[in-house]
């Protein structure tokens, strides 16, 4: 169930979201795009797909309102609708993606883009190309200049005997919600990098560089460096330092 004010117009906006996945990569690049462009909270997502929680607001200290499992955030300005998953998923797969879809075409949405991540391990290759993409989106594929100027690899699976499609490793549904997509015609891209278990923020922000080197959501600084917020709500993610005494 998405509860979103109808009033909200999302025609031809962007949707981005993350697959959960090894390092949670995916969802700490949404974080910072949330943060970044001060997106506002505009809607939820009840699926049962997903274990429920609900939390305080992880972008601002000072806010009284809640978070939950999938929330919506919403940038006008840059035509952009951001949802946010805070929990693992379990389960069949099918009626999130069936109800995704829904909402997309009711929504007149105009493509969407999934970011994972995958085991170092299965990489095939070492290049120094660190993010790999799959993509049905014609209006970034028939743009050769555009895919030569990203810093994307185009993903190559290995090769496995009893295997099929295009495999994401540790991508979490990432694979699978982009084959439901592309079955349905609905303009999809599948963004992710390589990493291992740990702290991931320079994973995520490998991503959220690579992905606006595409959209360019977030605007630059004096050093020509994108303009990189952090939520108040990562101070906490390895909890308190050691008590002195145990030393």
Not at 125 to 139: A, F, G, I, K, P
Request: aromatic share 10%; with cysteine.
């Amino acid at each position: 169930m998405i509860k979103l004010p109808e009033e909200v117009s999302l025609e031809n906006y962007t949707l981005i979201l993350p697959s959960v996945a090894v390092g949670n990569v995916g969802q700490l690049c949404i974080d910072l795009l949330i943060s970044s462009l001060n997106l506002c909270k505009s809607g939820s997502m009840w699926s049962s797909m997903f274990v429920p929680i609900t939390g305080l607001d992880p972008y601002n200290k000072n806010s009284n309102s809640l978070c939950t499992t999938a929330d919506f955030y919403v940038g006008a300005a840059r035509k952009i609708i951001v949802l946010q998953l805070r929990s693992p998923y379990v389960g069949n797969c099918t009626s999130f993606f069936d109800e995704l879809t829904q909402f997309v075409r009711q929504r007149k949405i105009g493509k969407l883009l999934i970011l994972s991540s995958s085991y170092d391990y299965e990489r095939v290759d070492r290049s120094e190309v660190s993010l790999r993409y799959l993509s049905s989106d014609r209006s970034l594929l028939d743009n050769k200049k555009l895919l030569e100027n990203l810093c994307w690899k185009k993903h190559e699976k290995k090769i496995l005997t009893d295997s099929t499609g295009n495999h994401i490793p540790g991508g979490g549904y990432a694979n699978g919600l982009y084959d439901y997509l592309k079955s349905t015609e609905i303009p999809c891209t599948v963004l992710f990098c390589y990493c291992s278990e740990g702290d991931n923020v320079s994973d995520a922000l490998i991503l959220v560089k690579g992905l606006n080197q595409w959209l360019n959501v977030i605007d630059t600084n004096a050093c020509g460096d994108i303009d990189i917020k952090y939520p108040p709500s990562w101070e906490y993610f390895f909890g308190n330092p050691p008590a002195s005494e145990v030393y």
